[in-house]
């Protein structure tokens, strides 16, 4: 069955270290891999979209990479900050439809 | 505000009492994407829409639930005799490409 894993367990990590989250995937072969930012009681805010033929995308302060082989993609936010604190999910298109499906998220703290 | 927009942000029902909650997306929005979120796990998808066509709806929970869009504007998802097991966030989201613009959401709770 397909299946999305984000750890599930909150990763603490003091300000200014780069914060790694990890999203691995079974049974896809998405055109396109990408990351949302989710603050408590709010919807879900798109970050980063890296295709199948890219390896690397970066923005600012964050870094996606996407390796299709290990079936993974990893997340960097570098020179943390507090307010980077927030759950963090990665979501798959699933049947080419712009259907896009998430992973459970992971919620990643940040401490001054 | 020109985001996606959804109404009510908070609804309290009772058990068996039919639910409508509306999502008005950003206007130069075609597709429209409803979603379910219980605490600690991520979006769950529920159907979406393509202008007014419902392109994909299998995974709606039951029959219970169904949505709409006329004329390919705003959505209501609405949930007949809801279930305690129907308590959850119901997110709307819309996009123009791959990207997808969501609403705040509306919590239910069903007593």
């Known amino acids: 069955s397909q299946k999305i894993e984000q750890n599930s367990e909150a990763l603490n990590i003091q300000e200014g270290k780069t914060a790694t989250l990890t999203c691995n995937y079974t049974?896809?072969?998405?055109?396109?891999l990408q990351w949302y930012r989710q603050d408590p009681g709010r919807g879900p805010v798109f970050l980063l979209l890296?295709?199948?033929?890219?390896k690397e995308k970066r923005k600012e302060r964050l870094k996606v990479t996407f390796d299709t082989t290990l079936k993974q993609s990893l997340f960097h936010i570098t020179a943390s900050q507090p307010a980077d604190s927030a759950t963090y999910l990665c979501a798959l298109d699933s049947k080419g439809f712009y259907m896009l499906t998430f992973g459970g998220g992971t919620r990643l703290m940040v401490k001054p | 505000d020109t985001g996606v927009s959804q109404d009510p942000r908070h609804k309290i029902t009772k058990r068996g009492q039919n639910v409508t909650f509306r999502c008005d997306p950003i206007?130069?929005?075609?597709?429209l994407y409803w979603y379910r979120q219980t605490l600690g796990q991520g979006p769950e998808f529920l159907t979406y829409f393509q202008n007014e066509a419902q392109l994909e709806k299998s995974r709606l929970l039951s029959d219970r639930f169904s949505a709409e869009r006329p004329k390919g504007s705003f959505s209501t998802l609405e949930i007949q005799r809801t279930e305690q097991g129907d308590s959850a966030m119901y997110l709307c989201?819309?996009?123009?490409?791959?990207?997808?613009?969501f609403g705040s959401g509306t919590q239910l709770s069903v007593l």
């Open positions: 049974n896809y072969s998405p055109a396109y």
């Open positions: 989201a819309s996009s123009a490409d791959e990207k997808l613009f």
């Open positions: 206007s130069e929005h075609n597709r």
């Open positions: 890296i295709r199948e033929n890219e």
